[in-house]
């Protein structure tokens, strides 16, 4: 099911940080995606279901210029991509070899995707720059997919950095990288987050008046009892 707008929002206000200790009070503690930094510093911070895509090992009659024409294409995944998606990548941290350039790119970015998130690399770094699409990776290189990868499919499980991803899955991205959210867990997350957010930002101001951490983060029940009743006046 769609994430709710206003779980969206709630998420789109809370860091990656915030979010992988969420998750792991919820007892999921691989949700961070390794490699996936942006390529331009301060693209915002971005929400949007999984779009999956998926690569496999190099084999030299399957991966041919040729295949970017076949009805199992990256360039048919795109097509098939809803707007607010965000496009995840499994490219098995390949960076020899760049997975989308700037026109794919661009395209994405006509369709309404959100963004593109990968373990793997692009190309065209320049061009892909200049379409101004979000884009999060391990690095970019020269040589197109075919000459490193195989393209097999989209919308299905993919590993990601690590990481298990289902389309359809919860991903929000920042400054700190890419995570993963379980779709049944969105709106609970979102919540939790939200005031966990609120309540450090309650926290930090107490350390900008000189307490100290003992007792205060992680806080005692004294602290939380304050902070509860700083909640209800303020």
């Known amino acids: ?133 979000p884009v999060w990776c391990h690095g970019v290189a020269a040589p197109p997919s075919v000459a490193r990868l195989t393209f097999v499919n989209w919308q299905e499980p993919i590993g990601c950095g690590g990481v298990a991803i289902v389309p359809g899955d919860v991903v929000v991205a920042d400054d700190d990288g890419a995570v993963v959210i379980p779709a049944a867990l969105g709106d609970e997350v979102a919540a939790l987050a939200a005031e966990q957010e609120r309540m450090e930002a309650w926290i930090m101001s107490e350390v900008e008046k000189g307490a100290a951490l003992p007792g205060l983060y992680p806080p005692n029940a004294e602290t939380r009892a304050r902070y509860e009743a700083w909640s209800r006046g303020s």
Do not use: H, Y
Request: aromatic share 6%; with cysteine; glycine share 10%.
């Open 1 to 133: 099911m769609p994430l709710p707008p206003e779980s969206a929002k709630a998420l789109g206000a809370v860091s990656t940080a915030t979010l992988t200790t969420v998750l792991l009070k919820k007892g999921l503690c691989n949700v961070w995606m390794r490699g996936a930094r942006p390529l331009v510093p301060g693209q915002g911070r971005l929400v949007g279901p999984a779009f999956t895509l998926r690569f496999v090992p190099w084999r030299e009659d399957l991966a041919t210029p040729e295949s970017w024409a076949s009805p199992r294409s990256t360039r048919a995944a795109i097509e098939a991509m809803e707007p607010g998606v965000i496009a995840v990548v499994d490219a098995m941290g390949t960076t020899d070899a760049g997975i989308f350039g700037d026109i794919l790119c661009a395209r994405m970015k006509r369709r309404g995707v959100a963004a593109l998130v990968t373990d793997g690399a692009v190309r065209d770094a320049a061009g892909v720059r200049a379409t101004e699409f």
